[in-house]
């Protein structure tokens, strides 16, 4: 690459080829890239070639680097960034926010996506789980599995929609699945519960509706006994009656006039989430949580007689959807009294 030495403190150059010529700057006494970018007519890539004024030969040794990212459809500028600097792309749901709140950011913060590669995702998965005893990595695939899709679509924004991680490979640990809850444990628990999560803990029990569609309540989600709305992480329409019990709750939460406000404006997902844990930890249920909530109205319909159909309906899961099997369980004493209606009958001898 030839380099001359124009006015303003602007480096001329042009590739091997001669084709579009690319400048470096020099600002503050240190060397940018300045190149137009050929994605946005009229506007440049600007970015840092880490190399002082002084060190001319290095920074033309990064501008080629530069324009090997732009051949190659990666964002130079996100590219050299630390993984601390990248923010998630389009609409982000709080539970992604979480996950690069939570996880993402800590682990990964200090790197260069570059630097993202298997190896590093083995590092990651250990430090959150650990190995087995054979020495093998260990995770919950289903919350690892949302985890590296959070990951993914944050290196996306840097290195193009096609970019996949190279995932390492771990056993698959599975999680215990405690009985589901009754009436009465909740009750128990509700009386833990402040004043604030008092109605939301209740609005979950009696609908079965997630903790993120609870506070995206507003005024114009009823109308004639109902609660009909388009729940946030699928799209389907929620639509569950309001029965007697429900109707009281909402009696003591203060309304807003305007009809499109939130109901519960100031509580958020995460720390409701956590709060309705430790509650239930504190009532002598470890373990449970808000989707044990989810999971009680499931179990209670199955209890009661009704299909997985109908299950999935009043959880606003996708027809034919494999998750609706996740939310029914079969009670112990519904279970003790089948067994008990069995008679015997033909067992004399003749």
């Known amino acids: 690459m030839n380099t001359t030495q124009p006015r303003n403190n602007m480096v001329t150059s042009q590739d091997k080829e001669g084709g579009m010529p690319v400048y470096m700057k020099l600002v503050d006494g240190r060397w940018y890239a300045n190149i137009p970018d050929p994605k946005r007519p009229g506007r440049k890539i600007q970015s840092s070639l880490n190399a002082y004024a002084n060190e001319k030969r290095k920074a033309s040794v990064e501008l080629g680097k530069v324009l090997q990212d732009i051949d190659r459809g990666i964002d130079p500028t996100t590219a050299r960034k630390n993984m601390a600097g990248l923010k998630l792309k389009g609409k982000v749901s709080d539970r992604a926010q979480g996950i690069y709140d939570t996880h993402i950011i800590p682990y990964f913060g200090s790197m260069k996506p570059k630097d993202i590669n298997e190896d590093v995702l083995a590092g990651y998965v250990e430090s959150r789980y650990g190995l087995n005893n054979e020495g093998e990595l260990q995770a919950y695939g289903e919350t690892i599995g949302k985890e590296f899709d959070v990951l993914q679509r944050l290196l996306r924004g840097v290195f193009g929609k096609g970019h996949t991680i190279d995932k390492p490979y771990y056993v698959n640990l599975k999680r215990d699945i405690l009985h589901p809850l009754t009436l009465e444990q ?7 519960m402040n004043d604030s999560y008092f109605p939301v803990f209740w609005i979950m029990a009696y609908t079965g509706m997630d903790i993120s569609d609870v506070l995206d309540l507003e005024p114009s989600h009823f109308k004639d006994g109902w609660i009909t709305k388009e729940r946030g992480k699928t799209k389907i329409q929620i639509k569950v009656p309001i ?4 109707a009281d709750i909402f009696k003591v939460v203060p309304w807003p006039i305007n009809q499109e406000s939130k109901i519960f404006p100031k509580l958020n997902t995460k720390a409701t989430s956590t709060y309705i844990r430790h509650q239930f930890r504190k009532a002598g249920l470890s373990g449970y949580g808000s989707k044990y909530l989810r999971r ?8 009661k007689g009704y299909t997985k159909d109908w299950i999935a309906k009043a959880l606003a899961h996708a027809e034919g959807s494999k998750q609706t099997d996740k939310y029914m369980a079969v009670y112990d004493l519904t279970l003790s009294e089948a067994f008990s209606k069995i008679k015997r009958v033909g067992l004399e001898k003749g």
């Open 296 to 303: 009680f109205v499931g179990s209670i319909l199955l209890d």
């Open 243 to 246: 029965c007697e019990p429900l």
């Open 186 to 192: 909740i009750e128990h628990v509700s009386k833990f």
